[in-house]
C-alpha cells in the first residue's frame, strides 16, 4: 500500500491517550482513505496508534460522527502476517510514509504541543 496524500485533520484522545489524527489516501482500491492516529512516543518521534477505516458514506453521514461503527480499526488486518505476527517492516513503511508528508510532523508537534 502507498500513501498518496496525507493531511493532519485534528487533535483528539484516542482511548484516553493525547492523539493527532491523520487522513490518509493510499492507492488501494479497498481502503483508498484512512485515519491514522500519532501519539508521542520515548524516542522523540511519532508512534503509530491505530489505523482506522471508515466505511460509512459521506452522502448519508455528512456529520463525521465516528461514534458509531462505520469506523473500523484495520491496523492489525493491514499489519499482521498469516501467523498472527505484526510485520513490523511493513507497518514502519506505513507509518514513515504518512510522516514524511510535507508539514505533517510539524503540524503534529504544534497541535499536540510536542516540541
Keep these: 500500500m502507498i500513501v ?3 493531511r493532519v485533520r485534528r487533535a483528539v484522545k484516542r482511548e484516553g491517550v493525547p492523539s493527532c489524527e491523520i487522513e490518509v489516501h ?3 482500491a479497498g481502503m483508498p482513505e484512512l485515519l491514522a492516529y500519532f501519539g508521542a512516543s520515548r524516542d ?3 508512534d503509530m496508534i491505530a489505523v ?3 466505511d460509512a458514506k459521506t452522502e448519508i453521514d455528512w456529520y463525521d460522527n465516528n461514534m458509531h461503527n462505520a469506523f473500523t480499526n484495520v491496523t492489525d488486518e493491514l499489519f499482521d502476517t498469516p501467523t498472527m505476527k505484526t510485520d513490523w517492516g511493513e507497518r514502519e513503511s506505513f507509518k514513515e510514509q504518512v510522516l514524511s508528508f510535507p ?3 510539524a503540524e503534529i508537534g504544534r497541535l499536540m504541543d510536542w516540541s
Design 103 to 105: 508539514g505533517i510532523r
Design 44 to 46: 522523540n518521534d511519532y
Design 4 to 6: 498518496t496524500d496525507a
Design 26 to 28: 493510499t492507492n488501494d
Design 52 to 54: 482506522v477505516k471508515n
